[in-house]
């Protein structure tokens, strides 16, 4: 990245050179969207928030600064009914939604791309810097964006260039060693070419021993008008992530102890990280007053690495911990494919008629390393590789005190994925309006794991590849009632499918080479309404969700390619949403989500793991003076069941404070976890072994503008 980094500074200068004019500090605070604004995730058709059948949120980039959330899964979890579930192994990005928890469960999207899931982890979009605003689509998106999404999508919506030159710097500092910094430039390079570049840099120690942590991220578009019709853009997007190396601490009895909470009990070279690279070229055609086209070539390249030990027994008897699992993984992962769509107007017997049509492909090869290929001599020995140390003299020590297991290649894959697609709005009357959408896929894996032979070496006389297709077809049905002006009613019927492999589509096993993707189907209707000028808007959405068949982590193998299958979940549930400006000076919003969320497991039926009863966010931003503004955020997550032991119903307030001391330099104070609540934000995928959230943590911020 660093390379690149350099190679952008002559754009920089240029972009820098193109126009000398300044922009004041951005002081308009978005935490919600009215319902006449465009959305560009939960429709193909560029169609209003209203006309949608489908509950969409919008958090606005501005919203997110001004809280400091830094990362997306703490922007996206203050919409209603999203709760987060990362770890280190997901690559800190899975989440529950509507009852079910999961990487397949919501589809992350960046700038309505979808990048395929592996082995339940994506790792990019992770920082919020760049981001103008975020989508959040409600129930299955499948019908959009493909397998998975069962819950719903998100959709990250970077900035785009300017043609007026705009630079901001934000300096960060924080407790334990937290220190952050970000650089955005947009202007004209010419008078057809504009530019934008954004860069962010951040580290901390964090609130836990040998748990420090750092991050880059740069984005670089450049966007052409060829003609009045025509826009070529060139968009090159990267991160670098060596995150919290953190994987929990073991519960006793139900509960935390204090005297582990404040542990890493990770060992001292514990290693993770996680590369991405996404470089995109789009092209934008305005063909006539009733057609456009939006073209779209990618390659995404992913490099993610862990060398772990990451599961912890407690011996009650003892007081000693117990570590086990030592893992050495590797993803090597390129994605390269392309994107069309092409939206008409018309007519249909003299009613106004939207369509869609449109097509993507992606090929997928992957190289997975690990030190738990079966046949290999040296993989690591389940339950006998382990090391045991005292919580009250913690020493960290080291993975290979732990192991002696070497890593090797131990699958290969190739996926070819090909869909088509289509959406329609037709307006039937002044107030109702058919909306539907179709989309069929067509994914074939080659994969294999790899045999080696008493030496080590790969045998290769042993064929143990698989070869899977899938061919889904997923639909949405909605009707649209405009009631009045500014009220709206809908309901809509919609499918989903997920990938048998746990939504990853680049992996198969014998045990399910013949099996079928993973259905869903969803009922839903809701209500949204906007009020006093647009000042005030709501929305309500009851949802009924179903998916049958679906796979898991294998609770009684510590192997993490061993699932096992659930025959049926069940998910009922209400979500509220509310956001209001009351005046130019104070804006309010509130959120919460009540779901009932079962699973069948054919012997019995039990809560559905991680899936919270309740949720809800409340905040605000009042602005005291038009230089000082006041800012709180509220977040309540209730109990989440796992068999006896719960993870425990938490609530985190933050509070925000910020002075602009003119218009081109602003200083913020956050303090999160202002009442140092003891929570846990999610559990080892072992079980039993709780990640502890973000304790009390005070930050300094300078926003400056030129």
């Known amino acids: 990245m660093k390379k690149i980094l350099a190679a952008t500074l002559a754009i920089s200068a240029s972009v820098a050179m193109a126009d000398g004019n300044e922009d004041s500090l951005e002081e308009i605070l978005v935490v919600g969207k009215a319902l006449t604004s465009l959305s560009e995730s939960g429709s193909r058709l560029s169609l209003a928030l209203k006309e949608i059948p489908a509950t969409v949120d919008v958090i606005d980039g501005d919203a997110m600064r001004i809280r400091r959330d830094v990362s ?48 339940s982890t994506i790792t990019f979009p992770f920082d919020t810097w760049a981001v103008e605003r975020v989508e959040i689509l409600k129930g299955p998106a499948s019908v959009l964006y493909g397998l998975g999404g069962i819950a719903g999508a998100y959709n990250v919506v970077p900035k785009s260039p300017s043609a007026e030159f705009v630079g901001m710097l934000r300096i960060s500092a924080g407790e334990d060693g937290e220190r952050y910094y970000g650089l955005g430039l947009t202007g004209s390079v010419s008078d057809s070419v504009i530019a934008r570049i954004d860069y962010s840099d951040g580290d901390s120690d964090n609130w836990v021993n040998n748990g420090s942590s750092d991050t880059q991220m740069l984005a670089v578009a450049l966007a052409w008008q060829a003609t009045e019709d025509l826009t070529l853009s060139f968009r090159y997007d990267s991160g670098d992530q060596s995150p919290l190396r953190y994987f929990g601490v073991p519960v006793v009895g139900t509960d935390f102890d204090d005297d582990l909470v404040d542990l890493n009990l990770s060992v001292g070279d514990t290693d993770i990280k996680y590369d991405d690279e996404i470089t995109r070229v789009i092209a934008e055609w305005n063909a006539s007053d009733t057609m456009s086209v939006n073209i779209e070539a990618f390659e995404l390249k992913t490099d993610r690495y862990w060398q772990t030990v990451e599961t912890y027994f407690f011996n009650e008897g003892s007081g000693l911990i117990d570590r086990f699992d030592p893992l050495i993984i590797r993803h090597e992962m390129q994605q390269t494919g392309g994107r069309a769509n092409f939206v008409f107007d018309s007519e249909l017997k003299e009613m106004p008629l939207k369509m869609s049509l ?60 090909w869909a088509v697609f289509g959406e329609a709005q037709l307006k039937v009357t002044d107030q109702v309006a058919l909306v539907a959408g179709i989309r069929h896929d067509s994914i074939e894996t080659d994969y294999e794991r790899l045999t080696y032979n008493a030496s080590g070496d790969r ?37 989903g499918e997920t990938h048998p492999r746990g939504g990853d589509i680049v992996r198969v096993s014998n045990s399910l080479r013949e099996a079928d993707t993973v259905k869903v189907e969803q009922y839903e209707v809701g209500l949204k309404q906007s009020l006093f000028d647009e000042r005030l808007t709501w929305n309500l959405a009851v949802f009924d969700i179903t998916r049958e068949n679906m796979l898991i982590d294998d609770p009684d193998s510590s192997d993490p390619t061993d699932f096992t299958t659930v025959p049926e979940q069940t998910s009922q549930g209400v979500e509220i949403g509310l956001s209001y400006s009351a005046n130019e000076r104070l804006i309010t919003y509130a959120n919460a989500a009540l779901v009932d969320a079962e699973r069948d497991t054919g012997i019995e039926t039990i809560d559905t793991p991680y899936a919270p009863k309740l949720t809800a966010n409340v905040g605000m931003l ?85």
């Open 72 to 119: 997306l899964l703490e922007a996206v979890t203050r919409s209603a009914g999203f709760t987060g579930a990362g770890n280190p192994g997901n690559g800190g990005t899975s989440m529950s939604a509507r009852g079910f928890t999961g990487q397949d469960v919501v589809t992350k999207l960046y700038d309505g791309n979808n990048y395929y899931t592996m082995a």
């Open 358 to 417: 449109g097509f993507e492909t992606t090929d997928i090869s992957l190289d997975y390393t690990s030190n738990f290929n079966g046949s290999h001599p040296d993989s690591v020995d389940w339950g006998g590789d382990f090391d045991t140390v005292d919580p009250s003299n913690f020493i960290a020590g080291s993975w290979y005190d732990v192991s002696d297991s070497i890593a090797a290649l131990d699958q290969v894959s190739d996926a070819m994925q």
């Open 459 to 495: 045998d290769t006389s042993v064929d143990n590849s698989v070869n899977q297709k899938v061919n889904p077809t997923m639909y949405r049905f909605g009707v649209v009632f405009d009631m009045t002006a500014g009220t709206t009613f809908y309901g809509q019927l919609s499918s």
């Open 622 to 706: 009042y602005k005291v003076t038009d230089a000082l503004h006041f800012g709180a955020d509220y977040r309540y997550v209730d109990d989440r069941p796992y068999e006896n032991r719960p993870l425990p119903a938490y609530s985190v307030v933050d509070l925000s404070m910020g002075y602009s001391v003119n218009e081109h330099v602003r200083v913020m104070v956050n303090a999160q976890n202002v009442f140092d609540e003891l929570y846990a934000t999610a559990d080892h995928w072992t079980g039993g072994q709780w990640l502890v959230g973000r304790p009390r943590t005070l930050s300094m911020t300078f926003d400056v503008n030129f």
